[in-house]
């Protein structure tokens, strides 16, 4: 399946950074209890790699990606882990035929209609826009949407409560992304009760 089919069903994936992989698995459930069924785990730490493990073993109903993506010796890694998706802030020749070797769905990033149209050459008509709102936000994918209707994006990058809904509005948004439902300081303090109240919000919108 890839990735554009994988993701069909979702509005709204957290991005998460994780420090201490024991969080993963609470995190998981937590989201999942709020009605968010989707995580995006970055490879920003140590621990993401572990996380990504744990969660699709122990939270199986949970569609667990590998985020922040940068080198093709990472697709096996995630893969290996259990990661049914990847996403990238960008693209690289090797990135691009590492995944398509692994046969892993991959959302990869474009911010510029010559990246986007490159990605769509190779049948990626889910991108990534990223950071979202410094590169033109909602307004930007609007217009991109007349010349290349094909494609459609998930957006991340300064998205939050306030914004989500101009970016979810559009008919070229699938879902949008953030980390603004589990905030890496929440995290670290273990406050599994906030993070379900802003997870709860966001399978709202
Ligand atoms: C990402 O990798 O998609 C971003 O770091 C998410 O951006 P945000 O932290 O501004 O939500």
Known sequence: MNAADLLARQ?????????????AVPLAKTLLASGLDAIEVTLRTGAG???????????????VGAGSIRRAAQVAEVKAAGALFAVSPG?????????????LPFVPGAVTASETLKLLDLGYTLQKF???????G??????????????????TGGIGPDNASDYLSLANVTCIGGSWI????????????AIAEFATAAAKL
């Open 11 to 23: 509005r709204v994936v957290p991005v998460v950074v994780i420090d201490n992989a024991d969080d």
């Open 49 to 63: 790699l572990e996380a990504i493990e744990r969660i699709a073993s122990e939270v199986p109903d949970m569609l």
């Open 91 to 103: 693209s690289s020749d090797a990135l691009l035929e590492s995944v398509a070797d692994a046969e």
């Open 130 to 136: 990223f950071p979202a709102e410094i590169s033109g």
């Open 138 to 155: 909602a307004a930007y994918l609007k217009a991109i949407a007349a010349p290349i209707p094909e494609v459609s994006f998930m957006p």
């Open 182 to 193: 589990a905030p890496p300081a929440l995290l670290r303090e273990k406050n599994f009760d």
